[in-house]
């Protein structure tokens, strides 16, 4: 049995497939028409839901609470429908960095990752081999309206995310959207008009042809999108159980019956720009912006130093507040040349990667610009200026290794096309979509066909800067031809390697070496150990040819004594106790830094340290005098100017019971640790400072190293140089990819469970701050710097003063980097001479 349904010019043949297992996520209006429908053609239909009606319950931003479906549906299923997630409603102004943000995860990042999941069958396994997945998207990508920038950015991004992660997809499953407009009885349901509506039986009935069919990576459209009028805010309010602001939505009516602000054309000569990347097209943008005679050009950038003048990365907002102090006069236009998509199709990818893609492009590079727009949270823009964001030319190309560049660039362009209407205080809002630069492949080493000289593009970002446009994308190359980008200029664009860092022995079982390795951090590992303990289990050591033993102690100069006393051959610890050592005359000295700071917090019992000034007199715990926590500890106390009493608990678990059971008041943790037991002790427990502001305090601070003793680094030198190599990758892949952040601290910080949101912060903080010992942590300067604090703590010892150079073993991450090159942000590590 067959049925047809008509939608103009779109034919929907369903076919009869009784037997197939359906999971239907989303039992709500159109969510139950399709189960009404699939249990019509025979099917058996499983429901799953957040609230408690569904057969299963299950929350889609809870990664944990997807996860379970698998347990929960043993058997698995042949088709998943997912008729759930939600976008927001209203123009820019309404939006600020938190709200903007939780829009894309309302809809995007969780229904899109879900798809992901289902799809590469690895972390969740529950549809089978050949089956089907269709998730929702909407008609709002296909149009434009001043109230739907976060909807249409949304539904464009999925679309596109379909189009290519369809083809082909692992495991023959195929992959579909439908596009809804307003349905019928929604719209009936909230009092509002029903023209241009359509009834649900309608729209689940593309679901249905979606399942049972044989498409992948189409979309069906569910109306007709030159006339999505009933979509309003009574429609919107009423779908997802909100009830209207009458107040709010007055204002709202004056707002856009107000006279619209109009952009302030200026003289290049009266014109002020702020270009954030500093790249490729960036470069020559500020070239032609300034050979246009504008009075200052200023260039900002991740990197930060020469030739950018200021910091910034757009992933951490308090950079962008930076530049609103840096320049507080503001500028007259914002050009946006950075943020990067992830190269690959969708089985390169898990539920950790799929997010850092979006937040590395579209979440940072839109919030940026609602922000620069709507001038409250950042003061930096002048009424009447402009902001030109990058896309690409992604978003209108189908490409199976392009899903997650194309919903990207699909995003970028929908919320331009959108926000670019009527924006506040009379700012235009304009994109540029490159294809491949010229230049780019050039460098890479790949053909130059279909590729575009980038003072062409950079052209099109002026054009958009002194001009009157706005809301538009400019396009620069050929939508059927950007095949000049692939991986390897993918690579050379974002200064990855064309392989792996480091490669496997030829012949391990002949080359293979042990290594016996003392832990300063006891039995545990967090954030602040992170570098050796991926060296370890992501198989940087292993690569290496290395089997590492850890031998637990308390503290590093435990660790250290270890060494000495021949019970093992290499110490991970603080540099103080190596510093000390070589004052007694000692023979040991540093191999490697395994970063340049601490991810630390101080973490106080609020009945004990209710505010700063109570710390006077407290108990503070630390790991033993000398050990790393206590410097940390006597650098922040020194920069109060207060005086504590030292506790010596032991490593990080001793340090919490300690502080659980009150026998001390404060002590500084890692930030794992610190936002674990603050959160499940909120009563007990709270961050008196946090890792930004003790940043700030102790700019320079004490961090872990890898350490031995001269007689070791001469008699077992491969061994000490594939330490050196394989923890300088460890440290490259964890400031690279979060993905990777992510895999070493689920695999190593078992004492305490932070979440998925507070991990990503964390990666955050260390990225943007430039924690991780990239090239090594081995420069002179930096080492210079080391001294100075250490002898400011020890002044007893002054008069004893260790040179660098007797203290550090750097040849071997001198070789280091010779095998594996210089890490692009040397900006914060700089290569050892």
Same mark, same amino acid.
């Given at each position: 049995?067959?049925?047809?349904?008509?939608?103009?010019?779109?034919?929907?043949?369903?076919?009869?497939?009784?037997?197939?297992?359906?999971?239907?996520?989303?039992?709500?209006?159109?969510?139950?028409?399709?189960?009404?429908?699939?249990?019509?053609?025979?099917?058996?239909?499983?429901?799953?839901?957040?609230?408690?009606?569904?057969?299963?319950?299950?929350?889609?931003?809870?990664?944990?609470?997807?996860?379970?479906?698998?347990?929960?549906?043993?058997?698995?299923?042949?088709?998943?429908?997912?008729?759930?997630?939600?976008?927001?409603?209203?123009?820019?102004?309404?939006?600020?960095?938190?709200?903007?943000?939780?829009?894309?995860?309302?809809?995007?990042?969780?229904?899109?990752?879900?798809?992901?999941?289902?799809?590469?069958?690895?972390?969740?396994?529950?549809?089978?081999?050949?089956?089907?997945?269709?998730?929702?998207?909407?008609?709002?990508?296909?149009?434009?309206?001043?109230?739907?920038?976060?909807?249409?950015?949304?539904?464009?991004?999925?679309?596109?995310?379909?189009?290519?992660?369809?083809?082909?997809?692992?495991?023959?499953?195929?992959?579909?959207?439908?596009?809804?407009?307003?349905?019928?009885?929604?719209?009936?349901?909230?009092?509002?008009?029903?023209?241009?509506?359509?009834?649900? *039986?309608?729209?689940?009935?593309?679901?249905?042809?979606?399942?049972?069919?044989?498409?992948?990576?189409?979309?069906?459209?569910?109306?007709?999108?030159?006339?999505?009028? *009933?979509?309003?805010?009574?429609?919107?309010?009423?779908?997802?159980?909100?009830?209207?602001?009458?107040?709010?939505?007055?204002?709202?009516?004056?707002?856009?019956?107000?006279?619209?602000?109009?952009?302030?054309?200026?003289?290049?000569?009266?014109?002020?720009?702020?270009?954030?990347?500093?790249?490729?097209?960036?470069?020559?943008?500020?070239?032609?912006?300034?050979?246009?005679?504008?009075?200052?050009?200023?260039?900002?950038?991740?990197?930060?130093?020469?030739?950018?003048?200021?910091?910034?990365?757009?992933?951490?907002?308090?950079?962008?507040?930076?530049?609103?102090?840096?320049?507080?006069?503001?500028?007259?236009?914002?050009?946006?040349?950075?943020?990067?998509?992830?190269?690959?199709?969708?089985?390169?990818?898990?539920?950790?990667?799929?997010?850092?893609?979006?937040?590395?492009?579209?979440?940072?590079?839109?919030?940026?610009?609602?922000?620069?727009?709507?001038?409250?949270?950042?003061?930096?823009?002048?009424?009447?200026?402009?902001?030109?964001?990058?896309?690409?030319?992604?978003?209108?190309?189908?490409?199976?290794?392009?899903?997650?560049?194309?919903?990207?660039?699909?995003?970028?362009?929908?919320?331009?096309?959108?926000?670019?209407?009527?924006?506040?205080?009379?700012?235009?809002?304009?994109?540029?979509?490159?294809?491949?630069?010229?230049?780019?492949?050039?460098?890479?080493?790949?053909?130059?066909?279909?590729?575009?000289?980038?003072?062409?593009?950079?052209?099109?970002?002026?054009?958009?800067?002194?001009?009157?446009?706005?809301?538009?994308?400019?396009?620069?190359?050929?939508?059927?031809?950007?095949?000049?980008?692939?991986?390897?200029?993918?690579?050379?664009?974002?200064?990855?390697?064309?392989?792996?860092?480091?490669?496997?022995?030829?012949?391990?079982?002949?080359?293979?070496?042990?290594?016996?390795?003392?832990?300063?951090?006891?039995?545990?590992?967090?954030?602040?150990?992170?570098?050796?303990?991926?060296?370890?289990?992501?198989?940087?050591?292993?690569?290496?040819?290395?089997?590492?033993?850890?031998?637990?102690?308390?503290?590093?100069?435990?660790?250290?004594?270890?060494?000495?006393?021949?019970?093992?051959?290499?110490?991970?610890?603080?540099?103080?106790?190596?510093?000390?050592?070589?004052?007694?005359?000692?023979?040991?000295?540093?191999?490697?830094?395994?970063?340049?700071?601490?991810?630390?917090?101080?973490?106080?019992?609020?009945?004990?340290?209710?505010?700063?000034?109570?710390?006077?007199?407290?108990?503070?715990?630390?790991?033993?005098?000398?050990?790393?926590?206590?410097?940390?500890?006597?650098?922040?106390?020194?920069?109060?100017?207060?005086?504590?009493?030292?506790?010596?608990?032991?490593?990080?678990?001793?340090?919490?019971?300690?502080?659980?059971?009150?026998?001390?008041?404060?002590?500084?943790?890692?930030?794992?640790?610190?936002?674990?037991?603050?959160?499940?002790?909120?009563?007990?427990?709270?961050?008196?400072?946090?890792?930004?502001?003790?940043?700030?305090?102790?700019?320079?601070?004490?961090?872990?190293?890898?350490?031995?003793?001269?007689?070791?680094?001469?008699?077992?030198?491969?061994?000490?140089?594939?330490?050196?190599?394989?923890?300088?990758?460890?440290?490259?892949?964890?400031?690279?990819?979060?993905?990777?952040?992510?895999?070493?601290?689920?695999?190593?910080?078992?004492?305490?469970?932070?979440?998925?949101?507070?991990?990503?912060?964390?990666?955050?903080?260390?990225?943007?701050?430039?924690?991780?010992?990239?090239?090594?942590?081995?420069?002179?300067?930096?080492?210079?710097?080391?001294?100075?604090?250490?002898?400011?703590?020890?002044?007893?010892? *002054?008069?004893?003063?260790?040179?660098?150079?007797?203290?550090?073993?750097?040849?071997?991450?001198?070789?280091?980097?010779?095998?594996?090159?210089?890490?692009?942000?040397?900006?914060?590590?700089?290569?050892?001479?």
């Amino acid at each position: 049995a067959t049925l047809a349904v008509v939608l103009g010019s779109q034919v929907l043949v369903v076919r009869s497939m009784a037997g197939s297992d359906v999971l239907v996520i989303g039992a709500g209006n159109i969510g139950g028409e399709v189960v009404r429908q699939l249990l019509e053609k025979g099917c058996t239909v499983h429901t799953a839901d957040i609230a408690d009606s569904a057969d299963f319950k299950v929350n889609m931003h809870d990664l944990d609470s997807v996860l379970a479906l698998g347990p929960a549906i043993p058997g698995g299923v042949d088709h998943v429908v997912i008729c759930a997630g939600h976008s927001s409603f209203g123009d820019i102004s309404r939006f600020d960095g938190k709200a903007w943000y939780e829009n894309f995860h309302n809809k995007l990042l969780c229904v899109s990752r879900t798809a992901l999941l289902l799809i590469n069958g690895k972390e969740l396994k529950l549809v089978r081999d050949g089956g089907s997945v269709t998730i929702t998207s909407g008609l709002a990508a296909r149009t434009t309206s001043r109230s739907w920038p976060a909807i249409s950015a949304n539904c464009a991004a999925l679309d596109a995310f379909v189009r290519c992660a369809g083809i082909e997809a692992p495991r023959g499953i195929r992959l579909n959207a439908v596009a809804p407009t307003t349905v019928t009885e929604t719209a009936e349901a909230a009092g509002q008009p029903t023209e241009n509506t359509v009834p649900r *039986a309608v729209v689940a009935a593309m679901y249905v042809e979606s399942v049972l069919g044989t498409a992948t990576g189409k979309t069906w459209l569910g109306g007709d999108p030159g006339a999505p009028k *009933a979509f309003g805010e009574e429609v919107f309010n009423h779908l997802h159980g909100k009830k209207t602001d009458a107040t709010a939505a007055a204002a709202a009516a004056a707002a856009g019956s107000a006279p619209v602000a109009k952009p302030i054309i200026k003289a290049p000569a009266e014109s002020t720009a702020l270009v954030i990347g500093n790249g490729n097209i960036g470069g020559e943008v500020v070239r032609q912006l300034r050979e246009k005679g504008f009075s200052k050009v200023h260039t900002a950038d991740i990197a930060g130093g020469a030739p950018a003048d200021f910091v910034c990365n757009m992933h951490d907002v308090s950079t962008l507040a930076a530049l609103e102090k840096s320049l507080p006069d503001g500028v007259d236009h914002v050009v946006i040349c950075a943020g990067h998509s992830t190269f690959g199709d969708i089985s390169r990818f898990d539920a950790t990667s799929w997010y850092e893609n979006f937040e590395n492009k579209l979440l940072c590079v839109s919030r940026a610009a609602v922000l620069l727009i709507n001038h409250k949270e950042l003061k930096l823009l002048k009424d009447g200026g402009s902001v030109t964001i990058t896309s690409g030319l992604a978003a209108r190309t189908t490409n199976k290794m392009w899903p997650a560049i194309s919903a990207n660039c699909a995003a970028l362009d929908a919320f331009v096309r959108c926000a670019g209407i009527d924006a506040p205080r009379g700012i235009r809002l304009n994109a540029v979509a490159p294809t491949t630069v010229t230049e780019t492949a050039e460098a890479a080493g790949q053909p130059t066909e279909n590729t575009v000289p980038r003072a062409v593009v950079a052209a099109m970002y002026v054009e958009s800067v002194v001009g009157e446009i706005t809301g538009k994308t400019w396009l620069g190359g050929d939508p059927g031809a950007p095949k000049a980008f692939g991986e390897e200029v993918f690579n050379h664009l974002h200064k990855k390697p064309k392989t792996a860092v480091v490669s496997l022995p030829s012949s391990p079982s002949a080359t293979r070496l042990k290594v016996r390795i003392s832990s300063g951090a006891g039995e545990t590992f967090g954030v602040d150990d992170i570098a050796v303990a991926a060296a370890t289990s992501l198989g940087m050591w292993e690569a290496e040819g290395l089997d590492v033993e850890w031998v637990p102690a308390r503290g590093g100069v435990k660790a250290l004594e270890c060494v000495l006393k021949g019970e093992v051959d290499v110490a991970y610890g603080t540099f103080a106790p190596v510093i000390a050592s070589r004052e007694r005359g000692e023979k040991t000295r540093v191999l490697a830094s395994m970063a340049r700071g601490l991810a630390q917090n101080l973490v106080v019992r609020k009945d004990k340290v209710p505010n700063i000034e109570a710390l006077e007199g407290a108990r503070w715990a630390v790991d033993g005098i000398g050990a790393l926590s206590h410097n940390m500890a006597s650098l922040i106390v020194e920069v109060l100017g207060t005086e504590v009493e030292w506790v010596v608990a032991g490593p990080p678990p001793e340090r919490i019971a300690h502080l659980l059971d009150g026998r001390c008041d404060c002590c500084l943790l890692r930030v794992e640790e610190a936002r674990a037991l603050t959160r499940e002790h909120a009563g007990a427990l709270t961050t008196l400072l946090g890792f930004g502001e003790l940043h700030k305090m102790v700019a320079k601070q004490p961090h872990g190293v890898l350490s031995t003793t001269e007689h070791f680094l001469a008699a077992s030198p491969e061994i000490c140089a594939r330490l050196a190599r394989g923890l300088v990758a460890a440290s490259r892949v964890l400031h690279d990819s979060r993905e990777m952040f992510h895999r070493a601290v689920r695999n190593h910080v078992k004492h305490v469970t932070p979440s998925d949101e507070e991990i990503r912060d964390i990666w955050l903080q260390e990225h943007s701050s430039g924690s991780f010992a990239v090239n090594g942590g081995m420069s002179r300067a930096h080492w210079s710097a080391n001294l100075d604090m250490y002898y400011k703590l020890n002044a007893s010892s *002054a008069g004893q003063r260790v040179d660098p150079d007797d203290l550090l073993a750097s040849s071997f991450v001198k070789d280091a980097l010779k095998v594996l090159g210089t890490h692009h942000n040397s900006s914060f590590d700089a290569p050892v001479k």
